[in-house]
């Protein structure tokens, strides 16, 4: 990354008299010190992240390994879920903030697939439920958070634990069928309260992010299912 490595590089690429490439009746032209040459060092941080998540996310199981990319995809998008919100209804409220509670919770979803396999696949839709019951009281459901319980549901049926236990999916849906129940009869106060134009917005964002990750879902799963 210094003026000698670039010099090195010279040497090795024009050799002889060296002085013959800048001249001395060139003046001042030319004759300036050359600058330092950038250090990779941003990429290589970078490349040292990404290596550093494939490994985290990585599984002897192909669905597993599917299940935990998931996991990876949706939290690299949960931060800008908040701003989102804010700009769909046109404000923004600290009490936003409170949307991103579940983010160390699908962060160890892998680290239980390791240790875990059948426990760890079936913990991402249970953690998503969970995440979309709580959603819906921070924003009530007349903002569409609900719709959140699809992919949820898409994806403990297509994890298939290692197990191959058909009684572990089913309990699964029930689960999640039981949230659903809960939050829908329970009384629910909002914790931000939106307008009916700002509650439109917010359901028309709710119902694309959710078709989006559910078909996202279902193609990543179904091929880690093909041979």
């Keep these: 990354c210094r003026r000698g490595a670039v010099a090195a590089s010279l040497a090795a690429l ?16 030319g004759g300036e010190p050359l600058p330092d040459a950038p250090c990779p060092a941003k990429g290589i941080a970078v490349a040292s992240v990404l290596a550093l998540a494939a490994r985290y996310v990585d599984a002897p199981d192909p669905v597993a390994r599917a ?17 989102l919100v804010g700009w769909a209804t046109g404000g923004w409220t600290e009490s936003l903030a409170l949307l991103m509670v579940s983010t160390p919770f699908f962060c160890a979803v892998p680290w239980v697939t390791r240790r875990a396999p059948g426990m760890g696949v079936l913990a991402f839709p ?7 019951a709580f959603c819906t009281m921070v924003l009530g459901r007349a903002s569409g958070v609900e719709v959140f ?14 197990t191959g236990s058909k009684r572990a999916t089913g309990a699964m849906i029930a689960f999640l069928y039981a949230t659903f129940a809960v939050g829908r009869l329970l009384p629910l106060v909002p914790v931000v309260t939106l307008g009916p134009e700002q509650l439109e917005a917010l359901v028309s964002l709710n119902a694309w992010s959710a078709a989006s990750f559910t078909a996202m879902a279902a193609w990543t799963l179904l091929r880690a299912h093909s041979p």
């Design 126 to 132: 249970a953690i998503g439920a969970l995440n979309t």
């Design 149 to 162: 319980l699809v992919p949820c549901v898409v994806i403990a049926v297509l994890v298939r634990p290692p």
């Design 14 to 29: 024009l050799p002889g008299d060296v002085r013959a490439v800048r001249p001395r009746w060139w003046g001042r032209v």
């Design 67 to 83: 299940s935990n990319r998931l996991v990876m995809i949706l939290l690299a998008n949960q931060p800008t879920y908040p701003l």
